[in-house]
């Protein structure tokens, strides 16, 4: 008997003959015992496949272990099965709809009359781990399109049919079995479910079959699913953490902001502690933009619709619009945007190169239609303040002004306390060029700026090409918070559109009349959102300079009332805001409320303190500091808060 021989080439570049049939699980074993162990899936000439496929022909082999990404996904598919698998057992009526992987985990979808209730999930998750310690195998099965079909009939799986019907391409269908459980699939998987122990099943959520209203509702159990344990605390830890921080529980806490049925969704008031803080941020940015050249100015918050049409906004834009407003037989639009005003202020007169380049910046409100379902605390508005600015120049100042951008939104992370960020440059595509303003080599232009400006600056930076709006290349940069999450933060946008839609001009050094390059550019993005991120970053303790309560004094009882007014009149006096606490009650309790508002100081004045002059400082993080002259303690909390220092 001859067997045929096949050469498989490993990713180091060594080759093996082996026998055809051999399967990638037989090969690792070769290669050590260890990597079969460590196996999760193979991938053969670039293609995923289980461990136990027969190789049939030369081809290129890789054992994937926990350090490749893909072993993950398919670990987190599998994880989908084998929840499936423990609602059969469990409630074996159910309808099974799709169940991928997902980004931190897994779902899979089911058609059942009663709601999944948290009880439910614990019996399914009990009853997963019940069936992952069996180390049932996942096995791959085949069966003729007609029988893959009757199988499902005869169980009432309609969902499943449909699929079968829809996908199954070729006479023979593909399936996975786990125990009594089968799946349509095309896998691949992980060989058994012995493996699977780092998941938690998180929630259940209602979606359409396929995506699509109108259709059967289905309900999803959404799991959470990690190669090892500490990943999955890990993951778990920063959900609690996201939860802790969640801007919109500590806005209502520290009695920052209110979102108000009465007025309607995603509008937002300030009270004067958010107001304080927004003073703040606004008054470091009117600073800031002076200081670099921008000139602050100010526009309508309703505008002619006309003005729109030329804009192009009342057309790519209208789906994000408010409805026009009618006044004396003329439409009137509020504004989404504040480009269009800009944009008039500069054609206001002609301009001549030597005023270029023109930078005007306003803390613009803006209007915009989202629908009520996608609202999310001061994260998804529709009333908001853009930190909006324009910059029009000539093509030779473009890097320039680019880069300046750029410094501005390191600061900006700086001072209000990031140290990380991320740098996105999203370009156009260049096989569409019908879909764009501006030709090609413009584009090639814009893009080439904003790339040599950030290799110039050497700022690690990711491309994403395609990504771009119609109107012009753009950088992102994202900053990433306490706990890890990236938010974006400051664009820098070309836009070929607008210059040529309002006939924008200058008259150049020649004499002639030339159009700008126009920039728009937004810092914190949006004043409202940006203020959602601070309070998560912060977890509502900002720092002494933001913070909207500066210092509380704390008298022992009221016999000290005298001493510590005078203190707090002295403290005010300084430009600082204190609170006095003079309430009848108890110091812990005093202290307790000051520590949950999260007032950074809190100075403790008794009998001690009134005669030497002194107050007892505490800090809301660090503790008791002991006492200190009431002189001393107000320097230094000058120039914490002149410094904007993160303590
Ligand atoms: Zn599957
Ligand atoms: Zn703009």
Redesign the pocket.
Known sequence: MTTETIQITLPDGSTRDVPKGTTPAQIAEQIGPRLLKAAFVARVDDELVDLAKPLEQNSKLAILTSKDPDSLQVFRHSAAHLLAAAVMELYPNVKLGIGPPTETGFFYEFVREEPFTQQDLEKIEAKMHELAEKDIPNERKWLPKPEALELYRSTNQEFKCELVEEKATEPMVSFYTTGKFIDFCRGPHIPSTGRIKAFKLMNVAGAYWKGQEGNPQMQRIYGAAFLEQKDLDEYLHKLEEAKRRDHRKLGAELDLFSIQDEAGPGLVFWHPKGGIVRREMEDWQRAELTKRGYDLVFTPHIMLLDLWKTSGHAGFYSANMFGPVEVEKADYQLKP???PG?VLIYKSHLRSYRELPVRLAELGNVYRYERSGVLHGLLRVRGFTQD?A?IFCMPEQIEKEVEDCIRFAWEALRVFGFDRYEVELSGGDRSRPEDYAGSPEEWDKAEGALRSTLERMNVPYKFIPGEAAFYGPKIDVKLVDAIGRPWQLTTV?F?FNLPKRFKLEYVGEDGSRHQPLMV?RALFGSIERFFGVLIEHYAGAFPAWLAPVQVSVLPVSGKFSEYAEKVTKQLKHAGFRVHYDDRNEKLQAKIRDAQLQKIPYMLIIGGKEAESATVSVRHRAKGDLGPRPTEEFSADLRREIDTKAVV
Do not use: A, Y
Request: aromatic share 0%; glycine share 0%.
């Open positions: 945007m504040n480009c800009h909006d324009h946008q836009d728009h």
